[in-house]
């Protein structure tokens, strides 16, 4: 399950000031399962994910990245929203999930049962921990580098780990729906980025940990659904 906490849920229509990844993680507000402080995006969710696709949630989502695109005048900070959050990427990702329904729900025992080990997997990897407590702040101008280096490896360890474990054990077919549904959600600017430079990046990793923290936090949990 992909968790976002956000301290504030609003669509404000306006261009991003330091945080273009949060701004973009508000028009994300309509998938909360009536808890609106925080997403919830569990692909091992059927019956959720399901009425997410009949009712038009995904859309609506889109819809509002798109509305942010459009009234951000700000040529830069327009620039800045579409390297973390591309429109065109979410819709792809959701209908590909929404299209092959049948296909999901078939196979949805067996990725219901993979979520151990993909816990398991994102926890081996001990240069990352994404935290919901406290964490790093950003002089965004300053430590551009530093936060795209956290913001990917994020991404890319859950899509790593969540990919080979699906493949693996559930088959090619439904692995390729659900790493394009992971990849729509993965901001642009992540789609070259290196695994092993990520891995051999300062101080940070010998530290073993990376926390996220920007008034929205991201983290990563799975969990059996309800």
Excluded at 55 to 61: A, P, Y
Excluded at 106 to 112: E, Y
Excluded at 154 to 182: E, K, M
Aim: with cysteine; glycine share 6%.
């Amino acid at each position: 399950m992909i968790v976002f906490w956000l301290m504030s849920v609003t669509c404000s229509g306006s261009c991003p000031e330091n945080s273009a990844l949060r701004e973009a993680l508000t028009c994300l507000h309509n998938l909360t399962n009536g808890d609106h402080s925080k997403v919830s995006i569990s692909p091992a969710d059927i019956k959720q994910t399901k009425s997410f696709c009949e009712n038009g949630n995904f859309q609506d989502s889109v819809r509002c990245l798109r509305g942010l695109h459009s009234s951000c005048r700000d040529p830069v900070k327009l620039e800045m929203l579409k390297k973390y959050a591309d429109p065109n990427a979410w819709e792809a990702g959701f209908n590909r999930l929404c299209h092959s329904m049948s296909l999901y729900i078939k196979h949805g025992d067996c990725i219901i049962k993979q979520n151990a080990a993909i816990q398991k997997c994102v926890e081996s990897k001990k240069d990352i921990e994404v935290s919901s407590n406290s964490g790093v702040t950003y002089n965004f101008n300053e430590d551009e580098k530093e936060y795209v280096e956290d913001v990917c490896g994020y991404f890319r360890v859950l899509n790593h780990c969540y990919s080979n474990q699906i493949g693996n054990q559930c088959g090619v077919d439904i692995q390729a729906v659900l790493s394009d549904f992971n990849s729509g959600l993965t901001p642009p600017i992540c789609r070259d980025f290196s695994f092993a430079a990520f891995h051999s990046a300062g101080s940070r990793s010998e530290q073993s940990a990376i926390t996220l923290f920007a008034c929205v936090t991201l983290f990563l949990a799975w969990m059996m659904p309800s």
